[in-house]
């Protein structure tokens, strides 16, 4: 962040600045660039502390500059950001400061998707109720999962479920006759492309061959994943 700059090698090896806080391409200052990650449309997203004072919490954002130089303010009041974007092009904003991690909207509303407060807990359930410690990268996967260095903690966490909105996995319980059944998972138009577990309970069903269960997977959202099981007798299954 000294130079104030955001510099690109190209394949060839050699490196120019492609936008400064001074020059040609300007971006609006005092702002030091921490981070950068590229879009599939050639849009630079860079993640920016404030450069006149020592790092504080809510005093940093995310810009984006288009192939063409033109700079918007993405997302502000984040105190260390580190960015990612998924597939689809959508935002993640990691806050070291308020250690927590968001997903940024259309609109540049922030949507928590994990984090609360300082510490270390939550391993197994909702990400948006896990404690995080200075979240300082994430990444997401070609799974559309999402991986956070949890500096404090000295971890990588990781968030899954239906878009990563950090919430947990949904649940469906409904009673069943004696049979054998084919459960279909299909994402909803629009959704994260990703692979996803599912699996069924069958309380009585733990007698040899009461149960045999098929993981699902959903690859887009044209291909749905699938769970066959069993079921030896009447019962509630979820």
């Not at 004696?178 to 492309?193: D, K, L």
């Amino acid at each position: 962040p000294y130079n104030l700059s955001v510099r690109k090698v190209d394949s060839s090896g050699t490196i120019t600045t492609f936008a400064t806080f001074g020059g040609s391409q300007q971006l609006p200052g005092p702002r030091a660039p921490i981070g950068v990650t590229l879009d599939g449309a050639g849009n630079l997203y860079v993640a920016w502390q404030n450069a006149a004072i020592a790092p504080q919490p809510g005093q940093g954002g995310v810009l984006q500059v288009t192939p063409g130089g033109v700079v918007t303010n993405v997302v502000g009041g984040i105190g260390r950001p580190a960015i990612a974007l998924d597939s689809s092009g959508t935002l993640y904003v990691a806050d070291a400061y308020s250690t927590q991690v968001y997903r940024v909207t259309p609109t540049g509303a922030t949507v928590t998707v994990a984090g609360t407060t300082y510490g270390y807990a939550g391993d197994g359930g909702p990400a948006i109720a896990a404690q995080l410690a200075s979240p300082e990268g994430i990444f997401v996967d070609y799974n559309g999962f999402l991986l956070i260095a949890d500096l404090g903690n000295n971890r990588i966490r990781r968030v899954t479920g239906p878009g990563c909105t950090g919430a947990a996995e949904p649940v469906v319980t409904v009673p069943l006759q004696a049979g054998f059944y084919i459960a279909e998972v299909t994402n909803a138009p629009g959704s994260r492309n990703g692979y996803w577990g599912m699996t069924a309970s069958v309380p009585q069903g733990s007698i040899p061959g009461g149960i045999n269960l098929g993981g699902a997977i959903l690859g887009n959202d044209n291909f749905p994943g699938y769970a066959a099981f069993t079921v030896p007798q009447s019962q509630t299954v979820t």
